[in-house]
């Protein structure tokens, strides 16, 4: 089977949980193509050299500086929107000059065509806004309904018991029956530590007291690595600083206790986050699908990016799943 899986460009956490889904195809003989753009597409081609990569239409998306992030969403929408009409119009190009018998969007609206089998990937069901614009929810739903719904299927990477689930509300939404979508699989948590590849280059040697993994958005990526290096350093607690920039080549930079890398492969960032007393990062439903596979959230620090209200719903709900277990 040849299978095209596609990932949206909103830091790593796409790229990541959909690297799960290239090496479940690959163990099945599959025949894998990715495609993206941007800081994802550089790592899934960093994660798969050998794997043929489709550059999509770019999605060069910013946060606010300040707390709040309607502005920047607002910014964003236009360019969400001319994104999707590019990949839909590049998909069916695409399969004018060949076939695939499976296409997998994770997040990117416009990956979709009558030629073939097309399956949506998303947890967020409901769209979680900020305080104040709630009322607006039930609107925001039906409008992210309007994208997926030209999918022959909606897979959530998440548990159908909502007992258990990592996403809460947001992929449990509370639906009326017209709202209700019949072809949602849930597929459960998708992480890229359930693969054990290959031992590759060690870059790093001893072990680190507070590991910080990093991804999103700028300014905020580098606001919060900043705010992070301030809190430890002179200190003495050893910190690693994983920066999440994997089109960066390779160097380690220390100065006393703090050592900063750009990325780290699989094996190495596993490695480093068991061994280490504390993980920081930010509250990404990705990251949260990561440390629940390692078997780390009860030892990860979670910050949700400002303004980012998913981010805080989730950085919340699993603060209290964690607590109460």
Request: aromatic share 10%; charged share 25%; with cysteine.
């Amino acid at each position: 089977m040849k299978v095209l899986i596609a990932v949206l460009n909103w830091g790593l956490g796409h790229a990541t949980r959909s690297a799960a889904l290239v090496y479940r195809h690959l163990a099945k003989g599959d025949d894998v193509v990715i495609g993206g753009d941007g800081e994802s597409l550089a790592w899934l081609k960093h994660q798969f050299p050998k794997l043929r990569a489709i550059p999509f239409a770019p999605l060069r998306l910013r946060y606010s500086k300040g707390r709040s992030q309607i502005p920047a969403m607002i910014k964003a929408a236009p360019k969400v929107l001319i994104s999707a009409y590019w990949d839909h119009k590049l998909l069916n190009e695409l399969l004018e000059a060949e076939h695939f018998d499976l296409v997998i969007s994770d997040n990117r609206f416009g990956m979709y065509s009558r030629k073939t089998r097309c399956v949506y990937m998303t947890h967020q069901l409901h769209i979680e806004l900020p305080r104040g614009w709630q009322w607006l929810s039930g609107l925001t739903d039906r409008l992210h309904r309007a994208f997926y719904k030209h999918y022959d299927e909606v897979w959530i990477p998440d548990y159908e018991d909502i007992n258990i689930s990592l996403a809460g509300e947001l992929s449990h939404p509370v639906e009326s029956g017209e709202s209700r979508i019949e072809s949602r699989k849930y597929i459960g948590p998708l992480s890229r530590f359930e693969y054990t590849p290959q031992p590759s280059t060690r870059y790093l040697s001893g072990n680190y007291k507070t590991v910080a993994v990093l991804s999103g958005l700028e300014p905020q990526r580098s606001l919060f690595e900043k705010e992070i290096i301030r809190r430890f350093q002179g200190t003495s607690q050893s910190l690693l600083v994983v920066r999440g920039k994997p089109r960066e080549p390779f160097m380690r930079v220390t100065n006393d206790n703090v050592t900063i890398v750009p990325w780290l492969n699989d094996d190495e960032l596993r490695d480093a986050m068991t061994k280490a007393e504390l993980i920081i990062a930010r509250s990404g439903y990705s990251t949260i699908m990561d440390l629940q596979c390692l078997g780390l959230l009860k030892k990860a620090e979670l910050h949700p990016t400002p303004g980012q209200s998913e981010q805080e719903y989730l950085g919340k709900y699993i603060l209290l799943q964690t607590t109460c277990k």
